[in-house]
C-alpha cells in the first residue's frame, strides 16, 4: 500500500498489548502491577522497554502534572498497587484451596454420567468447557445445577480418567494435585 | 457501561442479510472504514452476536470483537479495532491528568479535554491536523486519546458538543462508554 499524506502508517496497524494487564504498554503506569508489567515487557519486548521507561519518559511525564496532580497520582497509584497485590494473592489462595472433582456417577445400572465441579474456581467459563468435552468426547454434556447451589458440568458416560487427562493437559493453571477422581456412592441410602 | 467483570451470554450466528445491514450501518457510521471494510468484516466470513448484561450485544468476527451496540443504538467500535484503524474514526484527546479517571472508569469531564494538555477539533496547537477541522456535534461517537500515548484509550457518545466545551470549559463530556481494561476490554470471547 501506498503511504497517504500525513498519516503515513499502512493499517491495520499492530499494537503490543501487554502480557500481564493486557494493556498497551504505555498505559500500565496507571495499573496496579507495573512491576511486574515492567519486567514482562524488557524480557518480550527490550525497545519498547526502553523507551517507555527511560528516565527521560519519566521525568516527562512527571513535569505534565502540576505538584498536587502528582502527589495525588501518586497515592493512588500506591493504592491500586496494594489492592492488585491483594486480589492476587486472594486468587492465587483460592486456587491453590481449589480442588476439581471428577466424579463417577452411576445412574441406572450400568450407566453411568460423570460430574465435574469446580472449574469455575480457576476461571474457566464453565458453558464453555462442557461444550468443549461434548466436542471432545462426542457425547452429551451439560450444565446442571447442584442441589446445594452452584453448578457443575455432567458428561454422559463413564468418562473419568479421560476428562481427568484433558482437564490437566489443557487448563495449565490448574495443578494436577487439585484434581481429583472420585466415586459417587449409591445415592439411595443416603451417601 | 461495562465497570465490572462481563460474562457473555449466548453467541449465535448473524445471518447474512442481517450482516449485510450491520456492513451497510458501519460504513454509514465511519465512513473512512471504507478501504478497510472488507478486511474487517469480510463478506464470506460468519460474524457471530455475543449477548452481555443490559441488551448490550457484541459483534465479533471468531474470537475478535468489534463493534458493540446498547439495544439498537449506534455501533461503537471495540478499542481494539480502535487501535487497528486509528484515523478512522473522529477524535479527541483528553490530558495526562485525566487518564487515570478514565481508565477507572469515571465520567470524563471537559476541562480534561479543553486544558492544555488536551486536544479538541482546530486547536491551534495540533499542528498536524490530528483532531480535524470539523466539531463535533453531542451525541457523535468519539474517540479518545490521551497526552503523551499513541493508542486510545476510551470510546464513546459525546455528551456535549466541542464547541460548546470550549466556551463553557466545564462539565460532563461523555456518557459512559469503552474504556481500557474494562469489562468489554477484558471479555474472553474464545
Ligand atoms: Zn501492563
Known amino acids: ?191 | 457501561m461495562f465497570k465490572k467483570d462481563i460474562t457473555t451470554g449466548a453467541k449465535s450466528k448473524v445471518k447474512s442479510s442481517a450482516q449485510r445491514g450491520i456492513r451497510a450501518k458501519v460504513l454509514e457510521e465511519y465512513p473512512r472504514l471504507e478501504p478497510y471494510i472488507e478486511e474487517i468484516m469480510p463478506k464470506k466470513e460468519q460474524l457471530d452476536l455475543v449477548k452481555l448484561p443490559d441488551r448490550v450485544s457484541v459483534y465479533t468476527l471468531g474470537s475478535t470483537p468489534l463493534f458493540f451496540q446498547h439495544m439498537d443504538d449506534e455501533l461503537l467500535p471495540h478499542l481494539s479495532l480502535v487501535h487497528r484503524y486509528p484515523s478512522c474514526f473522529p477524535r479527541l484527546r483528553i490530558d495526562r491528568g485525566a487518564i487515570r479517571f478514565v481508565l477507572s472508569g469515571a465520567t470524563l469531564m471537559v476541562p480534561g479535554l479543553t486544558s492544555l494538555g488536551g486536544r479538541l477539533p482546530n486547536d491551534p496547537e495540533d499542528e498536524e491536523g490530528r483532531y480535524g477541522e470539523e466539531e463535533l456535534d453531542a451525541g457523535e461517537v468519539v474517540v479518545i486519546e490521551a497526552e503523551g500515548k499513541e493508542n486510545a484509550c476510551m470510546v464513546g457518545v459525546l455528551k456535549m458538543g466541542t464547541a460548546e466545551m470550549k466556551k463553557v470549559k466545564k462539565g460532563q463530556a461523555f456518557e459512559a462508554g469503552h474504556y481500557l481494561g474494562d469489562g468489554l476490554w477484558g471479555l474472553n470471547l474464545g
Not at chain 1, 504498554?25 to 496507571?30: K, R
Not at chain 1, 456417577?105 to 461434548?134: C, P, S
Request: net charge neutral; glycine share 8%; charged share 35%.
Open chain 1, 1 to 191: 500500500m501506498t503511504e497517504v499524506a500525513s498519516s503515513a502508517e499502512g493499517f491495520p496497524k499492530k499494537v503490543t498489548y501487554c502480557g500481564v494487564c493486557s494493556l498497551p504498554p504505555e498505559y500500565c503506569e496507571f495499573g496496579g502491577t507495573v512491576k511486574k508489567c515492567e519486567e514482562w515487557l524488557k524480557q518480550h519486548h527490550p525497545d519498547m522497554h526502553e523507551k517507555l521507561y527511560s528516565q527521560e519518559t519519566i521525568e516527562q511525564n512527571l513535569s505534565t502534572l502540576s505538584l498536587e496532580a502528582q502527589k495525588r497520582a501518586e497515592k493512588d497509584s500506591q493504592k491500586k498497587a496494594a489492592k492488585a497485590a491483594s486480589a492476587e494473592a486472594k486468587a492465587q489462595e483460592q486456587r491453590a484451596n481449589s480442588k476439581v472433582l471428577i466424579k463417577r456417577v452411576e445412574r441406572n445400572k450400568r450407566k453411568y454420567v460423570t460430574a465435574v465441579q469446580g472449574l469455575e474456581a480457576f476461571g474457566l467459563d464453565i458453558k464453555k468447557v462442557a461444550k468443549d468435552f461434548g466436542k471432545k468426547f462426542a457425547t452429551g454434556s451439560s450444565v446442571t445445577k447442584v442441589p446445594g447451589g452452584g453448578e457443575e458440568i455432567t458428561v454422559q458416560g463413564d468418562l473419568s480418567d479421560d476428562i481427568y487427562e484433558y482437564v490437566v493437559e489443557t487448563y495449565k493453571d490448574i495443578p494436577e494435585d487439585n484434581v481429583e477422581c472420585i466415586e459417587d456412592k449409591k445415592k439411595k441410602g443416603g451417601g
